[in-house]
């Protein structure tokens, strides 16, 4: 960081202060609308109560900070460090995982009660911190807090799927009125072959995933100006797209049939009409907003099905890396994909629907994981997952970065996941 | 009831709302140690969250008398008759029973409102009722009653498995004091052979599985004077009880090894030492106590390996239906066994534990279900399951009789069950 | 046995080893029409190869009578001992029962070998047994000849099964002419209650699980002529039976939710008309005949869908033990049930189809099991099965009595098993 | 392929004819030391029956040429094409995979008829075909011929997982004598970063997932000079690598705990020592060959404890594509792995064991899949697994290629693999 001119030490520890609170904060607004019944369930294992996350996020600043550079620090709850450690193997036993919802206590009065414990504590620790130390802590508080907006965004995917089983489809927050009834035209931006660089340079944050920078060679490649819409998928559907093997990988039509997928996650059909559960309460269908919550299975078969492919995130990075970071993101307040063309004149690049790659999720060359337990942060998910690209409508705006590369399962669906096409050029 | 002096409409109404407001009244007394999230969770689909109880049997009320017989009763909320239904498919489509720890709304709030109205109306039915009306009610309100009572003592055994699985051992109520440290030795008494008579009369309240009254043939037997105490049964365990197939059943024996059973549920063992989960916390095990939570198979185990069996439910209900109806119910306030000759002088037939028989669960001759969807609430399970008799210290004390049948799976353990011996005598 | 007259040695000798012979012999006869291939297999953890049936049946000789009473015999293959141990976990570590089907060695040839060699020693210690011996083994002998005749009966069904899978309906045995066109009309015969005996009395052969013969005080009741046909058993499903909760036990509901139960196993609709697959090969079904591979829970549904019930295992065997033990049994080479009157006039109450009974199936006041590992052989079972009474065109003839008592769990339909009707009369 | 002399057609056609014979016998030779029975067994779902391998191989020419290609042809069965497609569900409905051990019929008998019976309408085809027609069949008969080699491995690596379950080790083939007792000290060849091509170019067969050949950017690497040995695994054991969950993959050590992983597939510990079951039966580990039969979770957990890694396809393929394809293949008869330097001279480049890549298995850029139903060949597998290189000690030695990419799940186990170490060079 040597072109960066050096904060004095105060200055830097406001700073790390402020923005602490700030994201601390957030994640607060954001159970407001909760009852505390809310805060205990958990509807399936990929899912967390949203009161563990509560706790989860600050037992992450308690255990890789306080516990290693206070001095005076005394733990709030030893058993904590067993109910709130996700799966942190080489530090401990965490509890497991799909019994989360099982747990009734601690309250949620004394989850916040830890929260604001061990925020005094941090905000203590920094206050009276000197260079030597604010230097070592420094990177661990910023990991912490964008483990923190993780966390925000999973707290409304979670609470998402969880009210989406209850047959009175709660209202998270009332809609937010939108004029969002039209999207544009498809159009197709082509890029030539080359060798290009991807990845994170080491100024500022980025996860150990996201490193190093390093080159890769492309061919020559088209990809869609936005994301696929309910309309357009609508068409694959009564098509007949979930009754044709031939359009999808053999895992995925395994994956339609156990598990009888007719339509995205949360949709349904009512007279002939398509709804779907949102966290406003059902509604009916937008078809001109990008088709959201279908696994990387479905966006396969559909692009199979329309003769083009899904992007690697090679291509998705180099096509989209340069546009400017804004779009509808958790701070809009919808929680909900809109169509491009609104009132607000977002751009169809970040925000929305994270978008499904054809890249397997793998270390970059050269890649070195973070020393110790927070090694285990991303490498060893390294396996059996596919890389998605710019943000959702629950991601928090400053999270978000080019060379972001999130990751699921092929067939999850409860994160906010879309996907744009891509095809070859001869 | 020819032979009971006719009480004035005004009596019986008074009495049955003195009775109703006394019942449900004691369901709330036992879910005021509760936080709110206690209300909410269900650690496994045996047990149902707290909420649904109180829920569940509200709706009993609803659904089989105000709907029926109140012309101006408004229900509370139409999709509680979905939501709220066990198990009567006959009359409707109740929601997933694994999922009941699913559902954090209605809240607990609503849940209680929900209580009080319909208590309002069914008290306001019964104050204004005729004859005529009260004829018909009268049943179906005993009826449910005794239902809120069963689930009364559902509410302590799941909360107990709930808590259970909680690392914090949680504490509902504090232990009282007591001086149980002693249990009288085993007697045996003999009984003759010969034709008598078991089944309820048909005076007064019983379940219809208890009916008709009848004549079953009986071979000399001896009956234990007590049941077996977990001093005895960690004999057996101690002789490699758990690793003995010679003494189970075969399918006993492959729910041992699935289950990985070592000792009778909620034992744990810490420095040499056994120790138990009991709803006031983790206590070192009493071996005065009659051994409790432990299955039909770990009964049956034991009986084998003493050289001896179960009783029959008609040896037990012989032999033991004229003792007093006196023991450790419910309303002690202990919520766990006792030994015998305590202060309380309680005696040993009725209370702490459900005692299981080698009877499985079938119809008595001649049986008739109740008319409709009520037939439901017993027939239906008359297969796989076993008698059990008795009572425990989760029962409520006016809910015991002689010719009750309790009755579950023989792998079931998280009811307060236990068993006394029986023998043949050539 | 004092009334009986006693054989002398050699007279009791000879007759013992025609006896073995002849059973032997009749189970290599069934096999006669398999190809090697079909001895391999097992389509479901329920049914066995016919190749293990064949090995099985001469290990319980070789392990029960050879290994214990000849001082010279040598055994065949120490492997064995592993391999074709049933169940009897007190003598060893049994093969697991669902693996049976994966193992291609030994041999058919080999497992033949085995059979005469067992055979050869068997009948080489019976020539030269005293009295003393012949005392001791010739319980046994009969016992192991009993075994060998249940497992003809399950090579027979375990076959079907197999084949039944298999697309190509495999014909075991050309079906045999016959006009069995019709069936008789229902009759129903009363019985007066009573105190009456059931149970096999000391004298002659009979499984541990029929003994002792004991009172059983009965009420009055009524029993059907017959079973219940193809026919009758149309109409229920035709009214939706198998649609009809308020008709099934709950997990009688359940195992037809999850089996996806339509009609009898091996039952299918084809252009409107129904057929089964039967050991001759795919044939429309017979609406005279007794309706045949029907589970427990379907028998019972249907007996409350008409009204009535299934009788005890005390009322069939009060009301049926008189009749004369004839019948459509294994011997007739049908293998398949058949209308009541055709031209063999068999009457209806042995052979054709095992009539499930409502018994659960449990110890009879006073029963003792076999000493040692045989009594492994019935005892463990007593939990969660039903009894069956009468036999089917699968056993045979010289196996069933009265007094015997098969049993299955109520789930269960791949043997040839039926019922009859029994109601309660005022 | 304009710069090949074109044959003559009859030039072709014999040749095509001697090729297609040969693969055809070598098959048969394969499965000559099998009894009936052993050709019907399936230990697993990932294995199949010798017998179907023999009937799929020679349904897909059926299928693929004689149906399509031949006026003259008459089906031999038309169950077959329901009883051996594999997986081609643009085309049929395949028997389920996990039944094919279920089926006795057709028998190892019809199967043989069947493959003659095919073999020489093919032959017969071959013999009279002129230019237009061989030019339409030669790549689809070169396709099959390659695809009944795959099978060939198949047969022997399902052979050896089914003869594993048996308690008696049965012997495939007697041992080979062999010095194979020591292997090479490990070396590190390193590679110079740059833009290298990989993948098949036009000419000669190739499966369609190797094309197009096509540039990618590598990072200066190093290479080991062999695979890891036996005696070099033993070391990761015996320094805890089971039981270390930071050396595993997230779902890697899931996989440890669920199937009780404590060394690689088919060893035993016997009195202190390691064995394992090979096509010779049970013996002792050879510390100094390859480790075999390890899943990538294992290889990969390996790599992590020596501070290594795995190679990507493209690092393998750039530095060992200009070795001599020899090495020890099917047709050396010893069905094992080999020490490096014995008599024979293998280099320990091809051959032995497949090396798991780190390169999960995705389309090359610009790729096409086959048209029509044989594009479900590859394509549709390309999720969640992982490229293999090299072939094995199971693989016919023409069948091997540089640019081969083999594919299975990371926790697969039955398959010859080993695996090479690879390297960051900063």
Same mark, same amino acid.
Not at 32 to 46: G, S
Not at 371 to 376: F, I, P, R, V, W
């Given at each position: 960081m040597t072109n960066v001119p050096t904060s004095t030490v105060r200055e830097r520890s406001n700073a790390l202060q402020s923005e602490f609170m700030h994201i601390r904060k957030f994640t607060e607004y954001l159970v407001?609308?909760?009852?505390?019944?809310?805060?205990?369930?958990? #509807?399936?294992?990929?899912v967390s109560p949203p009161k563990w996350h509560l706790a989860h996020t600050t037992w992450f600043f308690e255990r890789f900070i306080l516990m290693s550079y206070s001095s005076t620090y005394k733990e709030f709850n030893s058993l904590f460090d067993h109910l709130f450690n996700s799966y942190y193997v080489t530090i401990g036993n965490p509890f497991p995982r799909h019994q989360r919802g099982l747990l009734s206590r601690p309250t949620v009065k004394e989850v916040m009660e830890y929260r604001c414990y061990v925020e005094e504590n941090l905000m203590d620790l920094l206050e009276h911190a000197d260079e030597e130390l604010l230097n070592k802590i420094e990177s661990l508080i910023e990991l912490g807090l964008q483990h923190e907006q993780q966390h925000q965004e999973l707290l409304l995917t979670d609470m998402k799927y969880n009210f989406s089983?209850?047959?009175?489809?709660?209202?998270?927050r009332e809609k937010k009125e939108s004029k969002d009834e039209s999207c544009p035209p498809l159009k197709w931006h082509q890029f030539e072959e080359g060798l290009v660089e991807i990845g994170h340079e080491e100024k500022g944050f980025s996860f150990d995933n996201e490193r190093p920078r390093h080159k890769v060679w492309i061919e020559r490649y088209m990809l869609a100006s936005r994301p696929v819409t309910n309309g357009e998928f609508i068409e694959f559907m009564e098509d007949g797209g979930y009754h044709s093997p031939q359009y999808w990988l053999s895992e995925g039509f395994a994956a339609v049939k156990e598990q009888n997928w007719e339509a995205p996650l949360y949709w349904k059909k009512i007279d002939g009409k398509w709804y779907y559960y949102t966290l406003s309460g059902l509604r009916e269908v937008n078809k001109a907003e990008p088709v959201c919550h279908v696994s990387y299975f479905e966006a396969d078969a559909y692009a199979r099905w329309a003769g083009k492919r899904l992007p690697t995130e090679s291509e998705w990075e180099h096509a989209l890396s340069l546009r400017e970071l804004k779009g509808n993101f958790a701070e809009s307040g919808f929680f909900h994909p809109h169509a491009q063309y609104d009132e607000r004149k977002f751009k169809k690049t970040y925000g929305d629907v994270w978008e499904w790659t054809m890249s397997p999720y793998s270390p970059y060359p050269g890649n070195k994981p973070l #020393?110790? #337990?927070?090694?285990?942060y991303n490498a060893k998910f390294m396996c059996n997952q596919l890389v998605l690209k710019g943000g959702s409508? #629950?991601?928090?705006?400053?999270?978000?970065?080019?060379t972001y590369r999130n990751f699921f399962h092929p067939?999850?669906?409860?994160?906010?996941t879309g996907f744009r096409l891509a095809g070859d050029v001869k």
């Open positions: 407001e609308p909760l009852t505390i019944e809310d805060f205990v369930i958990q #509807a399936i294992p990929d089983i209850n047959p009175s489809s709660p209202v998270y #020393a110790g #337990a927070l090694g285990e409508c #629950a991601t928090p705006s400053s999270h978000i970065r080019p067939d999850k669906r409860w994160q906010f």
